[in-house]
């Protein structure tokens, strides 16, 4: 039997957990065509649950877009995918689409073939990054036309969406902005991971996007479900557990959802042949996940200074610190605050650690302490 506990990827049914409520109120939001910004931490699980929002969505017949502002690294390429993409959900005649995308003024089609033969319609922008903008405007303005035309409700999802500013940030978000309030046949979702990105656009009266929508922050996996999915597929495959067991696994992973899958799958393997599970097992999976990836956390620290090496094994060893405060620096044997300041921000551009809105620093791979501590051994 395959190992049900997928990480990394986008995980989908069977194999996706609980989220039952978070559905429903994404379900409910999108059927008044409102706007939401879903933000969390990293793998807390935004993109695995837009996608089976998605899925469910379509099955009741709403069209649906689904994108990811990391795949477009300039403005002309997002401008050309929303149009393309929002165009298609409503449209999946070809001479139909094809017409239409003749139509537009800032963007030309492009015909290309699959590898069976069938003729598929692309977008591609004849502008240069300067009309990009316009093309945007275009775009948008006609997936929310085609909507009303075809009178079909339709949902937006854009991933990664604190990414937004890259593209010259304020004049895009007013463009969107203004675009966005006309439409009354479109549902919005904004989801990112940068949270002070995402709250400072929502919530500073200064951004374009301020109180353009709701905010909705995605927690961890309802325990009690989750621990259900879990037992069940435990059982499936033959293992003995117990929901204690699985309650020191939500506590070893901290709830966050990678974590708890890469517990699960790691502990799936270790024991596939015995199909006993014990605590001391348990202890020992961020171990063995630790070695699993240390290729991984070598080439990292292989980009890392001395003071931020040590920095690092002062966080891994005092994750709640402020590491400006005195007796930390003290403690650890670093400092000053000047240097420690230059530390973090070359860690949190290298995507290590993160800063949590309490403002506390934690490793974006909670794995990587255990790594640390074996290192030290
Ligand atoms: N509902 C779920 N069921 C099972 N696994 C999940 C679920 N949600 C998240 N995961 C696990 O967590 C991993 C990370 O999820 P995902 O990529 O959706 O997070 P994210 O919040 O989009 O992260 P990032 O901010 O880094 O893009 C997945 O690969 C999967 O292993
Ligand atoms: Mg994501």
Sequence with gaps: MKNPFQYGGIVSEPYFAGRDEEIKELTREMENNNRVFLVSQRRFGKTCLLHHLKNALEKDGVACTYIDLNAFPDLRSFAGAITSMTTKALESNTDRLLKI????????????????????AGLELAVSEKEALAALVEGVAHAGTLAAKKKKRMVVIIDEFSDIEKYNGGTVEKVLRSEIQKQNHIGYIFSGSEQSVMLDMVQNSKRAFYKLGRLMKLGPIERKAYSRFILGWLKEGGYKASAQQIVRIFDIGEDVPYNIQRLCHTMWEAALETKTIDSELIERLPVIIARQDSAHYEMLWQTVTQAQKTLLIALANDPDAAPFSKDFQMQHGIGPSSSIKASLVSLLKKGIIFRTLEGHYRFVDRFMIFWIGGIRK
């Design 101 to 120: 995308f003749s139509g537009f003024h800032m963007l030309r089609p492009k015909l290309s073939m699959d590898q069976d033969g069938n003729l598929s």
